[in-house]
């Protein structure tokens, strides 16, 4: 029993009822109830699942790769109810990066622990050398998407900014223009009429006008009426002609519902993958994400072939780029310059193993300047035999054990010979 204002002799009410008495907001099947939405405690419940969760395992020694898997899963496990009601307050969503965060970069022990990729990096799709981890806060947006069009004449109080944003991605069917806004929806061929005819908008008498308020529907027919602050000049006439033009050659029905599509998806109705693609910046390089995750080779080997890919592996280069002070120089030739591009590619020592490997398959072979180069170049015609297969993981198998070597060289002072080296590699 939840008493809303002051009950008389509630405590006698509910020994009558025989249930018990508690006290707004509270939870009902797992969603908060008389909560305000904007309140951040909703959040917390789910805040401290995650930490928990995520917590337990931090205590484990995890590959990156099985931490990558588990990031994933347990974002997949925050009830989406929650996601796709709520507008998610900025300091949760950061709140829940930090948490990834720590997670993917964390381990077991001290020391100073590098975050190698920042996070919108992390989030951007493989294809564009991210780790297709979700960007919880978009995802929230893409979820919500929904109720956008569904809320139709309420959408301007609570999302003006996202359906500003949102529409872009839309097609739109005026019926009786009773849902659509004239000047900024864009309903017809030349997109929003604000922007398509700025000057017209501009001496509109009714800038937030519905598509229904110019529009005239009898005996099947659409007629127009605008209303501007002044009759039109004369220099305006050429343009207010075109500007009828685009309406009357417009496939406005006159009657029955406005009807939203999704522009990009073959289905018509909305679809969350698509839109939170479509909030997904858009910038980021490409990368050959084939080769580097289809690859049929341990997780955490695939993780660290794409830091290095990325240039993020700690090499004495990068580290001085992290002002980490450390001495020059390249732990297999011994001279100074150890960058990604010189110790798993162009690397004197390295470069024998890298030649016996070629001969061994019997290929002539130009080492490309960096590791995407040659990671998007090894790719080239993949085909699905096993000889391919075997092809395909030898840059994954000879960066992993150059980069372990070279621990090994930096951290134990122990170091194996170039042949050692390759019957490592040549042994199945
Ligand atoms: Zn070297």
Avoid at 88 to 110: H, K
Avoid at 372 to 382: F, S
Wanted: aromatic share 14%; proline share 5%; with cysteine.
């Amino acid at each position: 029993m939840v008493p809303v204002g002051h009950v008389l002799n509630i405590d006698m009410l509910a020994d009558i009822l025989g249930c018990n008495i508690t006290h707004l907001p509270m939870s009902y099947l797992g969603l908060p109830l008389g909560a305000k939405f904007k309140s951040k405690q909703i959040w917390d419940p789910i805040l401290e699942k995650m930490e928990r969760k995520l917590a337990g395992w931090q205590r484990m020694y995890l590959s990156k790769g099985g931490r990558v898997t588990l990031i994933k899963s347990t974002l997949s496990s925050l009830p989406t109810y929650f996601l796709s009601l709520f507008p998610i307050p900025v300091s949760v969503a950061a709140r829940i990066d930090t948490i990834q965060r720590n997670f993917l970069w964390g381990g077991m022990g001290e020391g100073k622990k590098f975050h190698l990729m920042n996070w919108s990096q992390v989030c951007q799709p493989l294809h564009l050398g991210g780790l297709g981890i979700r960007n919880v806060r978009l995802f929230n947006k893409a979820l919500l998407g929904k109720w956008l069009w569904r809320f139709g004449n309420e959408r301007e109080t609570l999302w003006r900014q996202d359906w500003v944003h949102f529409a872009r991605y839309l097609r739109f069917e005026v019926g009786d223009g009773t849902r659509i806004k004239f000047w900024t929806d864009p309903w017809c061929e030349s997109g929003p009429l604000k922007e398509a005819f700025p000057e017209l908008y501009n001496i509109s008498r009714d800038k937030e006008a519905w598509v229904a308020d110019h529009l005239d529907y009898q005996n099947e027919v659409v007629t127009w009426s605008l209303n501007f602050i002044h009759p039109a000049h004369d220099w305006e006439l050429e343009m207010i002609s075109s500007f009828m033009d685009v309406l009357y050659h417009s496939s406005v029905k006159g009657w029955g519902p406005d009807k939203v599509w999704w522009q990009r998806a073959s289905g018509k109705g909305f679809q969350v993958k698509f839109f939170y693609k479509a909030l997904l910046p858009s910038s980021g390089i490409s990368v050959p994400w084939k080769i580097m995750w289809k690859t049929k080779v341990p997780p955490r080997v695939r993780f660290f072939v794409w830091t290095a890919a990325m240039d993020r592996i700690l090499t004495v280069q990068n580290l001085r780029r992290r002002h980490v002070m450390v001495i020059d120089w390249c732990y297999m030739c011994k001279a100074s310059g150890e960058s990604t591009d010189h110790l798993l590619l162009h690397c004197p020592i390295v470069y024998d193993l890298w030649s016996c490997i070629f001969s061994l398959f019997g290929v002539q072979w130009v080492m490309p300047k960096g590791v995407l180069e040659l990671l998007a170049c090894w790719g080239e015609g993949r085909g699905k035999s096993k000889i391919q297969d075997l092809w395909n993981s030898i840059p994954h198998g000879i960066f992993w054990v150059l980069w372990w070597e070279r621990n090994t060289r930096a951290f134990e002072g122990k170091e194996r010979s170039v042949l050692e080296l390759k019957w490592f590699l040549i042994e199945p």
